[in-house]
């Protein structure tokens, strides 16, 4: 009964090749989030939707495209994956501003 | 530049004491601060939070304390217990949610 699940766990991937990490969510949230947790284990928001349509889009390159097919599921797409891809990246949700978000387990990418 | 900061990457406390985490930020619109805890290979949980119009909030032994002139909260956990050994986060919250770098917590025997 995971209530923000994303898959893969790991995924490890040469230079180059363009990835998916899937993302959902059974709270009935409005709001889901990207998160990349770097090297330094900084938590950075990468993007933020509220039912599917884009809210926050903070600088990360054209190369990572989040996808929202419904408000339970937010995917991240990324081409042409580059070394410095490599991080933890948490998806979350939330009911919305002022709750407390939700994170799944994380997905390490190791590029290669 | 960080809105939020963890000045203290790690900290040791003995098992029963009290363990107090500190957090400083910036941005004087943040109007909601979070505090999340995170085990190895897991996602942040959700710990404890309080509003910008509290000083305090209270839950078991989780006290968030709230200083707005001086821009810093403060986690306290009492007593600490073997369990809470963890990475944890403040976080604040306008538009988006913002974290600090995180606080490693060691709790000893």
């Known amino acids: 009964d995971t209530a923000v699940s994303q898959t893969p766990k790991y995924l490890v991937t040469q230079m180059g090749n363009d990835k998916s990490i899937k993302c959902e969510q059974n709270?009935?949230?409005?709001?889901m989030y990207w998160y990349k947790q770097d090297s330094k284990k900084f938590l950075k928001i990468m993007f933020s939707y509220n039912n599917k349509e884009l809210i926050i889009n903070e600088t990360v390159p054209n190369r990572f495209s989040p996808k929202s097919p419904d408000k339970a599921h937010l995917n991240l797409h990324i081409n042409s994956l580059e070394l410095g891809d490599s991080a933890v990246y948490f998806c979350?949700?939330?009911?919305?501003?002022?709750?407390?978000?939700?994170f799944g387990q994380g997905t390490r990418l190791t590029v290669v | 530049d960080q809105q939020v900061k963890q000045n203290s990457p790690s900290l040791s406390v003995q098992e029963g004491r009290i363990s107090i985490l500190n957090c400083d930020y910036t941005?004087?619109?943040?109007?909601?601060f979070l505090w999340y805890k995170k085990y190895p290979a897991e996602g942040p949980t959700f710990l404890i939070s309080i509003s910008s119009i509290k000083d305090k909030n209270e839950d078991g032994r989780f006290t968030v304390f709230l200083n707005k002139s001086a821009k810093h909260l403060s986690l306290h956990i009492v007593p600490s217990q073997p369990g809470d050994s963890a990475v944890y986060f403040c976080a604040a919250e306008d538009d988006k949610i913002i974290f600090g770098k995180g606080t490693r917590l060691h709790i000893l025997p």
């Open positions: 709270l009935g949230h409005d709001t």
């Open positions: 979350a949700s939330s009911q919305g501003y002022g709750a407390e978000a939700f």
């Open positions: 941005n004087s619109m943040f109007d909601y």
